[in-house]
């Protein structure tokens, strides 16, 4: 686990500590917080989707005093409060670093880092990724030209499995059964080998290589750079070898990948442990619903909450034998626990009236349809940018100005749409029938 760092400054980096470019980044942080119709919002990093039980307790009454009372997550295994005052982000920033939730002014917008959420639980996997995730947290904070980074720049740090490297960070690195790590830059299928105890480091020469290629050009991602993401690759092997980094052969894999996150359940792996795998319907923590999770976790498991980037929890650490037991009282909350629940796989973005972009208050249209259940997973979008919207295969609900626009998305490819009227009933028909399109 990440240990508690001492409270940061409340000040935002100033002038001169990043790069031109952020000027123009509007994602939100906790020292700079978002206009939405809802009130200010606060986007919190969670590294790895970590957080103690302490933290998720601090987490829990910030929303409650200060915002809506609830905790919204993303689809970075983040947290998002919404709902605050305009003034509330001196507090904000005091409580959050107190909690060793904001670890450095500086950097706390660009700490995206997301994780193979079952890593060391299951026995599955090449390896334990959480000294990665600790030592890669730790280097950006440290470094002063990682504050450069813009909000949207991902790492992610995949055991092996293939989980999160369905995410399309921009980089990642990706576990071997060797010991060794493959470090992929965007969502290229060429890899460097490298050692695995130089993982971290070599993620973090990526990033700063990205920043030089990214100079005067305006990009925030890998995907931005004029030149893609080949010659970034090039020249991150190039210097990597200049380090005398280990094996620094390139190669073209096929690594398996599944855009899935772990199935709502009892997690067992080899030991005499178990943890909870549960499901949060739209993202949405309410107040007993989190105090049900971080007692669990404080009492029953070790102390630890793990957030997914698929909007749900992990607690990890329970006694196998009191594993079932402790999933039904998280069921009894409202939180999703099998795949039978008619919210398994039901997701949307914020919608209205939180949104002033949205055409729909969405989370109510698919709460009214949340009975249109079927093996593909379905995502609610109020406008064209669809925010937080899944990775793989999926059904692709977007509102527009005469109702809404249903596809099937598959990786990079979209069926021809269909348009449905604003029909309550109609509507969760079309969406039910595209769920069993495939499966």
């Known amino acids: 686990m990440l240990a508690a760092m001492p409270r940061p400054a409340t000040s935002p980096s100033p002038p001169g500590d990043a790069s031109p470019r952020d000027r123009g980044d509007a994602c939100p942080g906790t020292l700079r917080l978002h206009r939405a119709d809802d009130g200010a919002l606060a986007r919190v990093r969670v590294p790895g989707g970590l957080l103690t039980a302490v933290q998720a307790d601090a987490l829990g009454a910030l929303a409650g005093s200060l915002g809506d009372g609830e905790l919204h997550l993303t689809s970075r295994g983040n947290v998002q409060l919404r709902g605050l005052g305009p003034d509330c982000g001196g507090e904000l920033a005091d409580r959050l670093g107190e909690a060793g939730l904001l670890p450095s002014a500086r950097h706390e917008r660009i700490r995206n880092i997301v994780a193979s959420p079952l890593s060391g639980l299951d026995g599955r996997g090449a390896r334990d990724v959480g000294p990665w995730l600790s030592a890669l947290d730790a280097l950006l904070c440290a470094g002063d030209r990682t504050a450069g980074l813009s909000g949207r720049f991902l790492f992610v740090l995949d055991d092996g499995r293939g989980d999160v490297d369905a995410l399309g960070g921009d980089v ?15 969502t290229a299928r060429t890899a460097v080998r490298i050692p ?32 893609g993401a080949g010659s970034l690759f090039d020249e991150v092997v190039r210097r990597l070898r200049a380090t005398g980094t280990g094996t620094t052969s390139t190669e073209d894999r096929a690594c398996p990948r599944s855009s899935d996150g772990p199935a709502p359940g009892v997690v067992t792996g080899p030991h005499d442990g178990a943890a909870l795998s549960v499901g949060i319907p739209l993202g949405r923590v309410g107040p007993a619903q989190w105090r049900s999770l971080t007692d669990t976790a404080r009492h029953r498991g070790r102390g630890e909450l793990r957030l997914t980037p698929w909007r749900g929890v992990v607690v990890p650490g329970v006694e196998r034998r009191r594993a079932a037991g402790l999933l039904d009282d998280l069921g009894a909350t409202g939180l999703v626990v099998g795949p039978g629940s008619p919210w398994a796989g039901v997701g949307a973005c914020i919608g209205r009236p939180g949104c002033a972009k949205s055409l729909a208050d969405v989370r109510a249209q698919a709460a009214d349809a949340v009975g249109a259940v079927g093996p593909l997973p379905v995502y609610w979008s109020g406008c064209e940018r669809r925010c937080g919207h899944p990775r793989g295969e999926w059904v692709d609900v977007v509102a527009t100005p005469d109702g809404h ?12 749409p269909v348009s449905v009227p604003d029909s309550p009933g109609g509507l969760a028909a079309a969406v039910a029938a595209a769920r069993r399109a495939r499966g």
């Open 196 to 227: 695995g105890a130089q993982a971290p480091q070599a993620a973090l020469l990526a990033a700063g290589t990205f920043l030089d290629q990214a100079s005067g050009t305006g990009a925030w991602r890998v995907s931005d750079l004029p030149g």
């Open 172 to 186: 990642t690195l990706l576990a071997q059964d060797d010991g060794t790590a493959l470090l992929r830059i965007g």
């Open 405 to 416: 626009r249903i596809s099937l998305v598959r990786g990079e490819v979209r069926d021809a």
